[in-house]
Nanobody, 134 residues
Framework: EAQLVESGGGLVQAGGFLRLSCSISGFTFDDVTIGWFRQSPGKERDGVRE????????????YYADSLKGRFTISSDNAKNTVYLQMHSINPEDTDVYYC???????????????????????WGEGTLVTVSS
């Protein structure tokens, strides 16, 4: 059974750096789309999650939300089945619950799921809260 576990969230000062980790088990990176999404605390009922960054073997490139390009970087360590999200120059607007998600044998690339079709990702972690103080 696929399982994703996020870690690394917490309280950070504006302008600082944070690295989130997502440990993945139950499948390999051979044919999968993986991404980071975020949602405002208390907005779980809205159900809408913003795509932060996604990548997949089906895509040549990596998707980043326009507002986050240059500040956030997604990377992976395939040997450890771990995906990271490095967050630079973090600001209070980045305060959110961050989720790691995966779609095995995806029909589409990362830009599809991260762009607006976040609900198409089959597997989700529980999320990790990032709080940025000003």
């Amino acid at each position: 059974e696929a399982q994703l576990v996020e870690s690394g969230g917490g309280l950070v000062q504006a302008g600082g750096f944070l690295r989130l980790s997502c440990s993945i088990s139950g499948f390999t990176f051979d044919d999968v789309t993986i991404g980071w999404f975020r949602q405002s605390p208390g907005k779980e009922r809205d159900g809408v999650r913003e795509g932060v960054s996604c990548f997949s073997l089906a895509d040549v490139g990596t998707y980043y939300a326009d507002s986050l390009k240059g500040r956030f970087t997604i990377s992976s360590d395939n040997a450890k089945n771990t995906v990271y999200l490095q967050m630079h120059s973090i600001n209070p607007e980045d305060t959110d619950v961050y989720y790691c998600a995966a779609e095995e044998t995806p029909d589409y690339g990362g830009s599809y799921y991260c762009g607006s079709h976040w609900y198409g990702m089959d597997y989700w972690g529980e999320g990790t809260l990032v709080t940025v103080s000003s």
